[in-house]
Structures are given as structure tokens and as C-alpha cells.
């Protein structure tokens, strides 16, 4: 079983609509966790940091975290066709400063 | 920008060879995190450096080492390249008290053939 788990995608949203970025972990110990965005062919761009249970938000981001369910979601607003990008979901390991990335989700937002 | 960065861009090597890729971390940050990208995956740690120590290492064989400098940039060193090296080399820095909060150059993309 692989330590952060994304849905590949991609998740096509139209532009303006809410985009719905799902991630799952498996160590219960977790306590930070993050979401990067990477355009093709540059490198990840830290979006936001969650650490603690509930909703965090950012402009039109909002991370939202269940520790019970280990679970781990980015919600993108009033989505643009620039927000098309492959979205990681990354997990720090035992507190170890070892950050544990999914696969990411590709998101294309239609115009 | 993240005022990381790291050289050279792109690189072309043979099986066997050696490489040595190099980073500068964002000014004051003292914490240097290596990450391997193969195509459609996301990165794989491969060790972290604090203080010129290494402070950490992920599941990558001897063969990939690292170093860190006074001045807190960093160099990674592969030996005996084989084709599943083929990647690209994500370097990632971040202050002492956040460790956790890296940001990453534009990595070095390592072609082995």
C-alpha cells in the first residue's frame, strides 16, 4: 500500500467551478501536510500547509483535514484555466522533516 | 522564484559514469532537501542536510550521496549511474524551526544512457 495516495486524474472542471483535489495517507501519526502545485516541466510550488483538523484557507484555496479518516483535500474557487497543473499532496513523515509525496492529480480547468 | 537554485539544468550521462549536481538554498536557509522525480510520479526523498549533517535519508542506495557547505548550498553526488536514474533532482530548502516547509529549485533533469 503506497504511504500518500492520489486519484492520477485528471479532474476536468469547467473554468469558474470548484475543484475538488483528494489525498489519503496511512501513517496515524501524521501532523503536517501539504499541497504543491507543479506546471509541466517546472518544479513543485508549495500552495498551503494544514496542520491541524478542520479547514484552512487562503484566497480561493481551501485544505481541509480529517486525521480520523486520514484524509486530506484541496479545494480550488472560481477555478482558472491557469490553475491546470498537476497538484501534489505531500505528508511529513513521523515528524521526521521527511516529506512523503503522492502521484498527484492532474486538474485541467476548461475555458 | 523561490531564490533556490540549482545547476546544471539538464544533463546527459552514460551508465557507469558519475555526477555531481549542485544547489544554492534561499537566503538564511540553513536545511537542504534532496528529491528524485521519476516521469509521472512524485518525488522520492533522498536525504536531508542541516548544519552541514545529514539529517536524514530515504530509501536510495549508498551510491547517492550528498554534502553540505558552510554556506549551507549542497551537492549531490550519484556513482555508477544506471538507466532508472533517469530523473529529475529536485533540491528543496527550508529554515532550521520548519524543516518541513521546503521549497524546491527548478532541479536538474539527468538523462542516463
Known amino acids: 500500500q503506497k504511504e500518500v495516495e492520489q486519484n492520477s486524474g485528471p479532474l476536468s472542471v469547467p473554468e469558474g467551478a470548484i475543484a475538488s483535489l483528494n489525498c489519503t495517507y496511512s501513517?496515524?501519526?501524521?501532523?503536517?501536510f501539504f499541497w504543491y502545485r507543479q506546471y509541466s516541466g517546472k518544479s513543485p510550488e508549495l500552495i498551503m500547509s494544514?496542520?491541524?483538523?478542520g479547514d484552512k484557507e487562503d484566497g480561493r484555496f481551501t485544505a481541509q483535514l480529517n486525521k480520523a479518516s486520514q484524509y486530506v483535500s484541496l479545494l480550488i474557487r472560481d477555478s482558472q484555466p491557469s490553475d491546470s497543473a498537476t497538484y501534489l499532496c505531500?505528508?511529513?513523515?513521523?515528524?521526521?522533516?521527511?516529506?512523503?509525496f503522492g502521484s498527484g492529480t492532474r486538474l485541467l480547468v476548461r475555458p | 522564484e523561490t531564490g533556490v537554485t540549482q545547476s546544471p539544468t539538464h544533463l546527459i550521462k552514460t551508465r557507469g559514469q558519475q555526477v555531481t549536481l549542485r544547489c544554492s538554498s534561499q537566503?538564511?536557509?540553513?536545511?537542504v532537501s534532496w528529491y528524485q522525480q521519476a516521469l509521472g510520479q512524485g518525488p522520492q526523498f533522498i536525504f536531508q542536510?542541516?548544519?552541514?549533517?545529514?539529517?536524514g535519508r530515504g530509501n536510495f542506495p549508498p551510491r547517492f550521496s550528498g554534502l553540505q557547505f558552510p554556506n549551507y548550498s549542497s551537492e549531490l553526488n550519484v556513482n555508477a549511474l544506471e538507466l532508472d536514474d533517469s530523473a529529475l533532482y529536485l533540491c528543496a530548502s527550508s529554515l532550521g524551526q520548519a524543516k518541513n516547509i521546503q521549497y524546491f529549485g527548478a532541479g536538474t533533469r539527468l538523462s542516463v544512457l
Open positions: 537566503s538564511g536557509h540553513n536545511t
Open positions: 542536510y542541516y548544519r552541514e549533517e545529514e539529517n
Open positions: 501513517d496515524r501519526g501524521s501532523q503536517s
Open positions: 505531500a505528508v511529513e513523515m513521523d515528524s521526521s522533516y521527511k516529506l512523503i
Open positions: 494544514i496542520y491541524s483538523n
